[in-house]
């Protein structure tokens, strides 16, 4: 039954995104601040999952 695991992905994302959301409110003066913040967030993404 791999939902089970599906869904704990998708709430690991979420978790993801919820900390980097308020990573980036807390320092918003970082290099990224002002660029397209969702794009941001996937390169960050993409570079932890594995090849």
């Not at 919820?18 to 397209?36: E, M, V």
């Not at 969702?38 to 993404?45: A, H």
Request: aromatic content about 20%; charged content about 20%; hydrophobic content about 30%.
């Amino acid at each position: 039954m791999p939902f089970s695991s599906t869904s704990y992905f998708l709430q690991s994302i979420t978790d993801y995104y919820r900390k980097a959301y308020y990573r980036q409110i807390s320092t918003l003066s970082s290099p990224f601040y002002g660029k397209n913040q969702y794009l941001v967030s996937m390169e960050e993404i993409m570079r932890m999952l594995p090849e």
